[in-house]
Structure formats: C-alpha cells, structure tokens
C-alpha cells in the first residue's frame, strides 16, 4: 500500500503521524511511505532520517492527498486537506466528530473511509489509541494548571503544593479515567491535596486502592461537583464518553461559587468540553476568563510536548497501522475493535454516538464496508 503523511498544519501543531522507526517496519513489510518535507522537524526529526527510513520526500500535501491510499495525520483534517480527501481512500486520525460539524460533513461529503484513533477499542474495554495522548494530556494538565495559578498570569498567586506552614492548593479532578489519574499523578507530586470524583464505584475503589488516603474520592454529583467548586484552586476536567459529544459537568452558576482568580482546565474540549463556560483555544492564546475564573481548554494539548507525543502515538498505532497497510477494508472486518475506530464510509455515518449527536442516520460499520 502507498501510506502519505503529511505535515500538520492546526495552529502550534508540531506532531507527525510516523516516526522514522514506524516508516522503516511498514517498508520493511513491503509498503511504500510518502512524507511531506519538513513533516517531522518540529520534533527534531529531518527528512534525512526518514530517507533512511525508506521513505520517499514529497514537497507539498496535495501531491501526498492526490497519491496515498491511506492518509496518517495525528489531528482531525482541516477543512483545506478535507476537500483533498476521496472515496476509497483511508483516513486514520483523530477526529472527534461528535463537536465538529463541519468536519463531518467534509468527511462525509468526500467519500474516504475515515477511521478515528480515538474510538477504536481493545479485549479489556479501554481505547488503546487515545490512552497515550490521555497519559500526556493528564500529565500536561496539572502542569498547566499550576502555571495558571501564578499571578502573572492572571491566577490567585497559588503554589500547588505549599509551603511550610502554608496550605497547598485544593484540586479537584472530574474524572478517574487514564487523563484523570495521570493529572492526579502529577499534581500530587507537586505537594497538592488532590480529589478525584468520578461516577464509578469500581473505578474510585481502585484509586484508593492504590493510593490510599494520599487522594479523596468522591461519588460525583450535582451537589458534590459543586462543594468541589466552592473549595478548589484548580478543578480539571477529565471526562470521556467515547465518540460523543462530553457532558457539562461544571455549569456557568457553579462557576460563580469558585475563588476569584481560580483556574479551569478543560481536557476534554476534543469532545466539546465538559465545562459550561468552555470554548476551545489554541497555544498562541491557551487561556481566557470567565467570571475571574482562568480557562484552560487548548484542544490539542499534547502538541505542547511533541516529541514525547509523536513517539508515544507512533507506538500505539504501528500495530494498527500495519493491518490496514495489509488487508485495506478487510482488515476492518477481521477486526471487530479496528471496526470501532470507523467513522465515517462512502458518505455514511458508521459511529453510532457521532450520528445521534449530529442528527445523521447511522449505518452499521459492518454492513457499510460489506456493501
């Protein structure tokens, strides 16, 4: 199969979809790898190493849009490289649908046979492609938050964890998934008291089990969520519904009740944001206010660490990668959890929760590819 990877172009976009190592395996196995010049150097990789690699240096992305059978991005295509895309050729992306539209109907109208990194699922229930990007962005999402909190940048002038003698901030995370439990990581290793609510029991049994008392845990509800507001220095939002559109956890009067100068990190704003007050923002201009309550909502945040992500991504997807560079389609009906990860074919909606958010009418994955 001829595979084109072309350069990211969304704003502070620096990630590539393969790296070197991942072109060597597929041209190795017997596939043809295009890259777009200068695609990976914002993550120090130059079209050198992916010459070694076996790749073949294309100067511009039309040329990789109007070759390839498989198109590899790591975001969602922008409108320009969506009226590239074609029926029988394969998208495999993020895309987060559900908030987007415009994207959709792109996609849609252009025929290709989209696949999303973030709805394809594995034998234990869990989303093997977005748990890399979630770790990052869990991780990036205390990190980012604590920085809000400096005044300079317009926070209530609070160090996460404290000092002697001086109380560390309260954050509060919703949501004890992957994003979750890595932001509770990394802001409890910053010395601060950290709770996590979530709506699992299972999922809250294990978090205490294996952290103990060191993180609080709390049955989310209306009326938990909002004592958590009227308490928290930093709230971070780490919801997922897979594929849909996120549920607003923290509304506007909930907001009202927060501290002056307090700050809200909103990761899941792929999904369209799990705050009432989100609205999706970019590196050159990550934050805004609303009621004196810093926003944090970037909606590609593991593009702030690049590197780590490219690699972290490559990882997750070679393997996925490799069955669709090998079998096309059939690959998808080989594999029932790869048949999750499809979106959008031949102008049909195959991803129930995106078609019910959006108002299209669902086609079962399996019947569209069969038919």
Do not use: W
């Amino acid at each position: 199969m001829l595979i084109g990877v072309p350069k990211e172009i969304k704003n502070q976009e620096y990630r590539i979809g393969l790296t070197p190592a991942g072109v060597s395996e597929l041209v190795g196995a017997g596939h043809r790898v295009m890259i777009e010049r200068d695609g990976g150097v914002g993550v120090g990789l130059n079209d050198a190493d992916y010459v070694a690699a076996g790749a073949e240096i294309i100067v511009t992305a039309e040329e990789i849009f109007s070759r390839a059978e498989m198109v590899i991005k790591v975001k969602e295509p922008q409108p320009s490289e969506c009226q590239m895309l074609r029926r029988g050729q394969l998208l495999f992306t993020f895309l987060h649908l559900a908030p987007d539209p415009r994207q959709t109907e792109l996609l849609v109208n252009s025929g290709v046979s989209a696949i999303a990194y973030e709805t394809i699922t594995d034998d234990a229930g869990g989303l093997p492609l977005l748990a890399p990007m979630s770790e990052v962005a869990g991780r990036l999402s205390a990190q980012q938050g604590a920085l809000c909190l400096q005044n300079s940048l317009g926070g209530s002038g609070i160090l996460l964890g404290g000092v002697p003698g001086v109380a560390p901030a309260e954050v509060c995370i919703l949501g004890g998934g992957v994003v979750g439990l890595n932001a509770a990581r990394v802001a409890l290793g910053l010395g601060a008291d950290v709770t996590i609510v979530d709506r699992s029991l299972p999922r809250l049994r294990y978090i205490d089990e294996l952290y103990g008392d060191r993180i609080n845990t709390l049955f989310s509800t209306t009326q938990a969520i909002r004592e958590q507001a009227a308490r928290s220095d930093l709230i971070i939002g780490a919801i997922l519904v897979p594929g849909a559109a996120a549920t607003k956890l923290l509304t506007r009067d909930m907001l009202k009740l927060m501290k002056p100068h307090s700050v809200v990190v909103d990761v899941a704003i792929d999904q369209g944001g799990c705050f009432e007050t989100s609205r999706a923002t970019t590196h050159d201009e990550p934050t805004y206010s609303v009621d004196n309550i810093t926003h944090y909502c970037v909606a590609n945040m593991p593009g702030a660490v690049a590197r780590t992500s490219t690699f972290a991504l490559t990882n997750a997807t070679l393997p996925y990668i490799s069955k669709l560079a090998d079998r096309g389609l059939q690959a998808l009906a080989a594999d029932r959890h790869l048949l999750a990860g499809l979106n959008v074919h031949h102008g049909m909606l195959t991803y129930r929760a995106v078609s019910e958010t959006l108002g299209y009418a669902y086609t079962d994955p399996s019947a569209a590819i069969a038919s």
